[in-house]
């Protein structure tokens, strides 16, 4: 029975969406319009602009800041139906997707036609021992652990009468040098260079020191050699020590090794690689790097009336696979919303997806910021500019840019970071 | 050894001031010109406003919106300094308090005087194996806790297809009708009749049953008569359903059990009683009730050093016990100051503590209120504006003002919840 059943009238074809991410949230917003019933499914209640979700764990922005509730999201939307639960599978044969509620049934529910679009999972190449100790940055959740595990690390200093162990105790070590190791970097570097350095009286944070290891030659392989280069020398300058060119061999509750060294540390933070998530939950065949392999129209050989979309599909460009950006998975969701809804009207498939990149950005503290577009290289102040105004731009919600807005320009003027609250459980081990 | 020693000429007195709420802040505020370096220790990074925490826990307020860091609180002050720790104990004869550090290690800190401003515990009269089922709100993890399950039973009624199974889902019981009490039970009845109602397009949310239920014969007892009956007649016309004069007889994972009688729920919310915690802290003797014994000047009998300051002391006027609010903390805060710095001018001693009663109040949903001060008595819309612009004022940091001011205005123009995030663990068992 399908008891997660959308409203409105039940002789029109259900679409069932699975993900509230980028893609999944396109999709189901572009099919407003449509003659069809949608289901929404996410594990969480918010649709998170995961782009911003670094500013979290580094205490700028506060976890409403960047999301939003997806009910909310598509509260206006009178074929939309949400629910909360978790996908467990899908019957590819019998077209249901089965899943598990908020209070553990498992339900199923039958679709017309299925998106998948449930992005990826932090990967340790192996090393699932290291997610305890190293946590990755994917949920708010992850953000706010990750918060409260700074600031906690420089109470604990502050209460340590031995200057000589303060160094250990606010070592950050960071795997993976793209975007979100970079930003994160720069991010933790500007925060103890801050007010903290006089609010903190006795520990003197001068002594921290940031890592940032990279398996890599070069830190942000997905920008220019050159853009990449001035990233480097602006960490650099921040006082962050690059390490390119390694692997981490061992993390544990005291530290990292990295290429054969060990590096004491209480917080290592995991942004090194991700597992994409739709060809378990669809057991269907995935290209190298575990994304599923899909049609021209970004539906499954001999399954037209499944799509895949996001991190999770496989899809090249001029012989590449396209990277795993918002800007992707927010086409491939109009994009599948566009096929469904012209098979309906059994007006022509539109021509195959096709990206349009808008460029790639990366920020490095206040004010610093590489785009690439194309020819186009921009650093420094215009970039970061251009930076602000893009994700301010692209938020959710017009409640989400006031807030952002006023906490970056508070920040911006004080210097201060507006959202260091620690609201997790006292002694919560890192998990 | 001193290890976490103020900073500032050692040769001043050393002021320790345990606890980061009202009474406490107020203490070290106002220690700020006196001769004196002063370590504040809370086991919490932040000051929190807890007369508004029940709006954290009802969606309506972000948990930034009503705490400000300590150290923020304080940055200005170049005679403070912050230790994030849990004191476990006091040597009134050696003049040392002993603590927890963040990391665990155990730490002894001397005083030239003390004051103790611990506050209370959530009390459950001896069942203490309620405390799994039935949460108090007394801090941010607390609040955000509540606001998951409460928001997390809108999302299982939702994906739940038996409509006759929907009322057991969405009962939430409150045990206590003091201020906290009534007006969670006023703003969970609000959420429910607000945009929520088409947001879930399957439940309805008509069928979700809020039991407010007391010890004694009537609601809001620390108020006047006639002003309950108006509060309670206002709850009624919410929906609430109001239980006098009842015991709890038991609560488990599954309901409560009320006066004999069995209510199946999912969230029971205890509000009901408070356990102060200094007598426990110091070995000291306490009145009926458990609240330290003071002398008028609010040091321990023969240790005038010893300051013990709000929810945890009993100071009585006209025979009866001051009551536990935020007024007489800030009050008392503020007067054990002075009593310090006075003593080291060599002035006269203040006279005996007063407090000064401006009044008690609370409020039920969005534009009512009851407020009353000495023979003055207000409800309605009147009372309401005196509490948000009393409780505006009051908040620590012009950014709480600002965000509150804001998230207030938004949502009474919109009637959205605008702070309905869960970002709990999946599954989280009731703790």
């Known amino acids: 029975m399908d008891s997660v059943s959308a409203r409105g009238d039940p002789s029109l074809p259900h679409v069932v969406v699975v993900g509230g991410g980028f893609g999944g949230v396109s999709a189901a ?8 019933r949608v289901t929404l499914i996410d594990r969480s209640n918010h649709h998170l602009f995961q782009p911003l979700l670094y500013q979290v764990a580094t205490a700028s922005l506060s976890p409403g800041d960047i999301a939003v509730p997806l009910r909310q999201f598509v509260g206006d939307q009178n074929n939309v139906t949400v629910a909360l639960a978790e996908v467990t599978g899908a019957d590819l044969e019998r077209r249901a997707v089965s899943f598990t509620t908020a209070d553990g049934r498992a339900q199923t529910l039958a679709y017309d036609a299925l998106v998948v679009a449930t992005g990826v999972e932090q990967s340790y190449f192996g090393h699932d021992e290291f997610a305890r100790w190293a946590p990755g940055l994917k949920s708010l959740l992850d953000a706010v652990a990750i918060r409260a595990r700074l600031l906690r690390a420089l109470e604990i200093a502050e209460t340590e009468p031995d200057p000589a162990k303060h160094r250990d105790i606010l070592t950050f070590v960071l795997v993976g040098a793209g975007p979100t190791g970079c930003e994160m970097a720069g991010a933790v570097a500007e925060m103890l260079q801050g007010p903290f350095r006089t609010e903190f009286r006795r520990v003197d944070l001068r002594s921290a020191r940031i890592v940032l290891v990279e398996g890599a030659a070069r830190i942000l392989p997905s920008f220019s050699e050159s853009l990449a280069r001035r990233a480097h020398a602006r960490l650099v300058a921040k006082g962050v020590e690059i390490r390119t060119g390694v692997r981490v061999d061992q993390v ?15 917080l290592v933070l995991w942004t090194a690689g991700v597992t994409p998530t739709a060809g378990r939950l669809l057991g269907v065949e995935t290209a190298p790097g575990g994304r599923v392999r899909v049609q021209p129209d970004l539906t499954l050989p001999a399954r037209p009336e499944v799509f895949v979309i996001g991190d999770t599909a496989h899809v090249e460009r001029d012989g590449r696979p396209l990277p795993g950006v918002a800007q992707v998975a927010l086409q491939q969701g109009r994009y599948a919303a566009r096929v469904i809804a012209r098979r309906l009207a059994n007006a022509t498939p539109p021509p195959p997806f096709r990206y349009f990149d808008k460029g790639n950005m990366a920020v490095i503290g206040r004010g610093f910021a590489i785009f690439e577009s194309g020819r186009l290289q921009l650093s420094g102040f215009p970039a970061w500019l251009a930076w602000a105004t893009i994700h301010l731009a692209f938020l959710p919600a017009a409640g989400n840019r006031f807030a952002v ?10 210097g201060q970071q507006p959202s260091r609250l620690i609201i997790e459980p006292r002694g919560t081990p890192p998990a």
């Open 29 to 36: 917003r572009a099919l407003g319009r449509a003659p069809v």
């Open 252 to 266: 544990d509750g005291l530290g990292a090794t990295v290429a054969g060294q060990r590096i004491p540390s209480r």
């Open 405 to 414: 807005f006023t906490r970056w320009a508070w920040s911006y003027a004080t």
